[in-house]
């Protein structure tokens, strides 16, 4: 495992005002997580999961506190920039998949690689790679409403790996599944993330899966605490 951490979270705040009240949802969180680790973030609904995963993601900005990643200081950077780390190097996956109705499996894929910059047939020969690995090759010229759930979450995942992420961000990924497709899919995005070496960040409320981590943040009342290895 590597020394220097993908990721870094250094002392993140972030709080909410509705009207006079101040929601403080995030009060100094930090952690780190290194190549070939998988980390839980558990916690009741509420807690800031998805914000904290959306701040390490550079999708949005602390109060306060800084994101490294792989030794870049995000909260240094101007919008384009992060935009440019965040492309090159987080992968993301939600709860739900989010996929575009109008394109095929493998289109869904191939579109955030061409948008990052490559050819349109080395990003097709990337997206039946990652088919391929989830196991959904005979697929890849179905749009998504001729996938079941599981086979859609799974091409989620292949299109969050698909430009060679340092670390994959994932949201409560099988949250909308029943719990055997869940154990699927989980096989699925905890095999793909070990076998390239990433860092993953992985948030759910289910507990048999938060197991599986290496260890795991949870979060409650702006804090956090960690458990596990």
């Excluded at 739900?96 to 020969?125: D, R, T, V, W």
């Excluded at 990652?130 to 005979?138: H, I």
């Excluded at 697929?139 to 969050?160: F, K, N, T, W, Y």
């Amino acid at each position: 495992m590597s020394e220097q951490p993908v990721l870094k979270l250094d002392a993140i705040v972030k709080t909410f005002h509705q009207g006079e009240r101040a929601l403080h949802i995030l009060n100094g969180i930090s952690a780190e997580i290194r190549a070939g680790e998988l980390v839980g973030l558990a916690g009741p609904s509420g807690a800031g999961k998805s914000t904290l995963l959306h701040i390490a993601g550079l999708l949005e900005r602390a109060d306060s506190g800084d994101v490294i990643i792989q030794g870049q200081a995000a909260s240094k950077l101007d919008d384009g920039a992060r935009t440019a780390l965040r492309r090159g190097t987080v992968g993301f996956v939600y709860q739900y998949h989010h996929l575009l109705p109008e394109f095929s499996a493998a289109e869904n894929i191939a579109l955030p690689q061409m948008i990052a910059g490559a050819s349109k047939a080395a990003a097709h020969k990337r997206a039946l790679e990652l088919l391929a690995q989830v196991g959904l090759s005979e697929r890849a010229d179905h749009r998504p409403a001729r996938l079941s759930g599981g086979e859609q979450q799974r091409v989620a995942i292949a299109r969050g790996l698909a430009n060679h992420p340092a670390i994959l961000l994932a949201d409560e990924p099988t949250g909308n599944l029943d719990p055997h497709t869940a154990e699927g899919v989980f096989d699925v995005l905890i095999g793909l993330v070990r076998n390239a070496g990433l860092a993953g960040l992985i948030a759910t409320h289910n507990p048999d899966l938060a197991k599986r981590m290496d260890r795991v943040l949870h979060l409650e009342d702006g804090g956090v605490t960690v458990a596990g290895a």
